[in-house]
């Protein structure tokens, strides 16, 4: 008996033994991968200063992304641009140094604005003695060489349009401690306004709002692509010290000037000829946290009313028709009624300065409205609101209202335009009386389409100006929305600036118009392409500008339109002029159009058939377009073997805004991630990983308790 007990006792003993060993190691185990998960928690947050989760980063950040998910910052920026201006044509050269100071092999990528008519057709890429040279391919064939020869080590870089006015240059393999330099050329037409030119250069991209219930896939319809490149910026909310700028300009206006300044920077000016003038910014650098814009008036004694610039090409002849407004004083016409709608945006993003230029703006305007006028005030944030049920005559008693209103809003919240837009363009009476609509943004939303889409179905008779406010507006909408609008765009960067502005604003908005504009050549209309196809309406103080394409040039052109209730025309031989880039100038505008035949149309081969036509112009005339890229390798490979950590360089917050506003509802909207910026996403567990960090933990602390009980 006492043998079997001993027996099963032994047995007993040794199973107690097994389980002891089993436990210890289990326990073990779970220390190991606990420590390892808070450790490692820990690390990512020290190596990992900027929010981890991309899509809920509230600053602007550089984004490695080594294979162990350490984020580090390691490359630079510096932006030199030249222009070549000469009479209403701009070229300009942009060169963007790259400097890897880390001890990494990396691939950048930075988002930068440009001129919204902005043309780009050159491109090239410097490495030390070594120039390759960029070619025009269609987008995705572009994007494919770009990543065959990033996967192969080569050096190579790409730029891509991602909107009208927003850019992207990515740059792959640039080795540890090397510079490397990307030089593009695009070319412009002056703005011409109020008998100013205007050169003016972007230089930040403000972050965007996205509406509720947006998605980019939403805009499949502008991009014809799942692949969606519209992009979301990252800006830095802390300091504006990013992407160092200079600029210079070379000047022949080719008139004796009346005046020549900067509205924003300090310059320097040295005149080198009668006409000619070289003016460059003050300081080794600016800082690019808002908009560069040279100013210079023309001597206007004698200007002439029609101008004529001709280019010819390979048998064709590209022609660029400038028509300065005429002087209509003489047929003493104001409208005698009108109904006036002011749209004043008061989001988050407009905080600062902005909303201060746009109230500013909007009591002059109240101020400058006549007695037999009718108004009503709009506003919008996430909400929509207006002051009156509906348009009110204009009486003391209102005004003073309107102005006591004015004065205390206040900028928060989201930029839902939609709703804003379809109330100031509904309710139109079927009379007389014209109708205006003012709107004031800053227009930085990312649902263009849907805004343009509202204008062309709600539109009716009614006229839409906007006045784009702040540092950085959107000027592509804000432009295009005028244009489809049949009015005028307005920008205000600067307080200085809103009575001079807005009274010229109320003066094109109290004259009439030329409308119903047409032109006839001594030319066969079937030899003539012309853009824009619809000729807008012409306003006081801006001139008409259209670009064709023949095979030869007119010499006679006749112009008539309706001016109140008369009817106006004018004639006059043209003298011809020759002048380089217009035809890069008419292929722009000519994809211009294309892209808004492709956005509207509602049948899919037919928007193929536009999407070709735009491919092939741009191929043509070497231009960038939403579906072309500039693409340039260097044939020799660089990184065989090392690591490839990829960046995406911040931008400077406009200047104005305010950091705590904006940062708020301009968080990216999820999926808005640019698909190729591959911002990293390893940290977006981390709660998950300290989950699991204390269950195991846990788990340990019961299993050492178990083992304990067997002892």
Request: one cysteine or more; charged letters at 20%.
């Amino acid at each position: 008996m006492n043998t079997i007990n001993n027996f099963c006792f032994q047995q007993l003993k040794q199973k107690r033994n097994i389980y002891r060993k089993l436990l210890k190691i289990i326990h073990k185990i779970l220390i190991v991968i606990s420590v390892y998960l808070v450790f490692g928690l820990l690390f990512q947050y020290v190596y990992a200063e900027e929010p981890a989760d991309p899509y809920k980063s509230q600053h602007g950040s550089v984004w490695l992304l080594p294979a162990n998910g350490i984020y580090l910052e390691a490359m630079q920026m510096q932006t030199d641009v030249d222009y070549e201006v000469t009479g209403a044509i701009a070229r300009a050269r942009v060169k963007q140094q790259f400097k890897n100071d880390s001890a990494f092999w990396t691939e950048g990528i930075y988002v930068f604005p440009l001129p919204e008519n902005a043309a780009v057709d050159q491109f090239k890429m410097i490495i030390g003695e070594r120039i390759i040279e960029g070619q025009v391919k269609e987008r995705v064939e572009a994007k494919k060489t770009y990543e065959n020869a990033k996967a192969a080590g080569q050096r190579t870089s790409l730029i891509e349009q991602q909107r009208p006015n927003v850019f992207t240059t990515s740059l792959a393999n640039i080795a540890p401690g090397e510079t490397i330099i990307v030089e593009f050329e695009y070319q412009q037409i002056l703005e011409y306004r109020d008998n100013n030119y205007r050169l003016r250069y972007p230089m930040v991209v403000g972050p965007r709002y996205h509406p509720r219930n947006y998605h980019p896939l939403a805009e499949t319809r502008m991009t014809d692509t799942v692949d969606v490149t519209s992009v979301v910026t990252e800006t830095d909310l802390s300091t504006n010290s990013h992407n160092p700028t200079r600029i210079h300009v070379q000047l022949d206006a080719g008139v004796n000037l009346a005046e020549l300044n900067s509205t924003y920077h300090e310059i320097h000016i040295n005149q080198t000829g009668e006409t000619r003038y070289s003016i460059a910014t003050v300081g080794e650098n600016i800082v690019s946290d808002r908009d560069f814009e040279l100013v210079w008036q023309p001597e206007l004694a004698d200007q002439p009313q029609l101008s004529l610039f001709n280019e010819p090409i390979n048998g064709d002849n590209y022609t660029m028709l400038t028509l300065l407004p005429p002087d209509l004083s003489y047929l003493e016409e104001k409208i005698q009624s009108r109904d006036v709608i002011f749209v004043l945006d008061i989001s988050g993003s407009m905080s600062g300065t902005s909303i201060e230029q746009a109230k500013a703006s909007l009591l002059t305007a109240v101020d400058g409205l006549s007695d037999i006028d009718r108004f009503n005030i709009i506003w919008f944030n996430e909400q929509t609101g207006s002051l009156f049920p509906d348009v009110v005559s204009v009486s003391a008693q209102y005004k003073n209202y309107a102005k006591l209103f004015i004065t205390q809003l206040q900028a928060n919240g989201g930029t839902e335009m939609l709703p804003a837009l379809k109330l100031a363009l509904a309710n139109q009476e079927k009379f007389s009386r014209l109708r205006q609509v003012v709107f004031l943004t800053d227009g930085n939303i990312s649902n263009e389409a849907e805004l343009f889409e509202i204008i062309d179905k709600q539109l009716g008779d009614s006229r839409l100006f906007t006045i784009g406010i702040g540092s950085a507006p959107n000027s592509f909408f804000m432009r295009k929305a005028a244009n489809k609008g049949r009015g005028t765009f307005t920008y205000i960067g600067n307080l200085n600036e809103v009575q001079e502005k807005t009274v010229s604003l109320l003066k094109k908005l109290e004259t009439p118009a030329l409308i119903n504009l047409q032109l006839e050549f001594d030319l066969n209309n079937h030899d003539i392409e012309i853009y824009p196809e619809m000729i807008p309406d012409l306003y006081a103080g801006e001139p008409l500008t259209i670009l064709f394409k023949s095979r030869s040039t007119p010499q006679h052109i006749s112009l008539k339109g309706d001016y109140g209730d008369s009817e106006w025309q004018t004639s006059a031989t043209i003298k011809e002029a020759s002048q380089s880039g217009i035809r890069v100038a008419w292929a722009r505008e000519k994809i211009a159009t294309l892209m808004s035949q492709h956005h509207e149309s509602d049948a899919v081969p037919e928007r193929q058939q536009v999407k070709q036509k735009i491919i092939n112009t741009a191929v043509q005339h070497h231009l960038v377009s939403r579906f072309t890229s500039l693409v340039a390798v260097d044939v020799t490979p660089a990184n065989d073997s090392a690591m490839l950590y990829r960046e995406h360089l911040k931008n400077n917050l406009p200047h104005g805004w305010k950091n705590s506003s904006p940062a708020k509802q301009l968080m990216p909207a999820p999926g808005m991630i640019l698909a190729s910026l591959q911002l990293p996403q390893t940290a977006s567990s981390s709660r998950f990983n300290l989950l699991l960090a204390i269950i195991f933990f846990i788990t340990g602390l019961l299993f050492y308790r178990l083992r304990s009980t067997y002892k």
